[in-house]
């Protein structure tokens, strides 16, 4: 399984940034899915997750700021990230949901200036 993640960047605290994650793998479109990050010196974190039938669910510190989706034609995992705050500075993964079955990739570094 190859992993794409892209979208990262350098923001300033309230800004906005949309991750992908594009997978090759023909079983995309049946697992749940998730958004994963990991800061320095801490244990990675699931951020978001969606559901094959695209239920979703999102940590407490990302709810209402953070939209997961997926595209199952694309094999494309999105997060649209908004009002980025400091703490959101991490390297965000995207992988199969609690599972983690995919290998993790190389992730996207997103860096929020204060």
């Known amino acids: 399984v190859q992993l794409q993640a892209s979208g990262g960047g350098l923001v300033h605290t309230g800004g906005s940034l949309r991750l992908s994650c594009a997978a090759s793998v023909s079983s995309f479109s049946i697992n749940a899915i998730g958004w994963y990050r990991q800061a320095p010196g801490k244990q990675r974190e699931l951020v978001a997750g969606?559901?094959?039938?695209?239920?979703?669910n999102y940590a407490e510190s990302v709810k209402g700021r953070f939209t997961i989706s997926r595209d199952n034609a694309e094999n494309t995992l999105y997060l649209q990230m908004n009002s980025l705050k400091p703490e959101d500075t991490a390297v965000y993964y995207c992988?199969?949901?609690?599972?983690?079955?995919w290998g993790w990739g190389q992730g996207t570094q997103v860096t929020v200036s204060s």
């Open positions: 992988n199969t949901l609690y599972t983690a079955q």
């Open positions: 969606i559901t094959r039938h695209g239920s979703t």
